[in-house]
């Protein structure tokens, strides 16, 4: 093993990374301030892809085609939360399966749709090329998507820490009920919060696109690297999102490339070690 087997899996770590950053923030919001546990947030994911795909096949713009699917799959998980889970947003239990069941129906439905064949996704003209360093060949596209995964970081810490929305959030996620007591209306906060979280896995679909194509059963790939994201960072934690989904890429990258039979006990076992020293995560707080 020399420096470009390094250099490849690192870059390919950040990379994959910022792709489970895009998934993991909006569960962490979501779970951190309405304590939901979103097992749709990688079916929206899915569905982010496969309607960006379409647009793509009717000659949409790459860019404009994963920003409409963000769209479309924030207006499905808004309608979810809005007829069906805001009533039960408090039950854990009721929510959790309710969640589960949507994200076999989106399953079912990407299913009947588009299809069992998987779908590559190509990306932009602009980024199609790759960079060359000595005997390191790594695609453009890839260091676009960590540097997109990068800014939407900055922007959610921004909008989360310099925003009165953002207050609203914190405040609902240190004490719901003393928000209420306040006056801050706590459930539109609900409705906007859950909606992002859609926005931004629909996003993470198209944008990830080139990286894991797209096929069903992609989300059911995705959840436990989800979890393991949010359990290393904390919840309700937006940094912790973001350095736990770079650690799980990055160990994800390295445990194929060195132990490939043993891929998911590399990922897993330093989640185990975290739960058992830091059950509150990296950057979660303490009860």
Known sequence: MNVTFYAQNVLGGLAYGSLLFLIAAGLTLVFGMMRLVNLAQTAFYLLGAYIGLTLLAHGTNFWFSGFAAGLAT???????????????????????????????????????????????????AALAGSIHIGSLVFPQYWLAVIAISFMVAVALFFFQRRTMFGAIIRAAVDDEEMARGMGVDVNRAFYIVFALGAFLAGIGGLLGGPITSAYPGLDGELTPLAFAVIIVGGMGSLVGAFVGAIIIGLINAFGKALFPELAYFTIFVPVALIMALRPSGLFGRKP
């Open 74 to 124: 924030m207006a499905v998980g808004f309608a979810i939360y809005a007829i069906f889970l805001h009533r039960y947003h408090a039950d854990d239990l009721t929510s959790l399966l309710l969640t589960l069941g949507f994200a076999l129906m989106l399953d079912d439905g990407i299913l009947a749709l588009w299809g069992g064949d998987p779908h590559s996704v190509q990306p932009p």
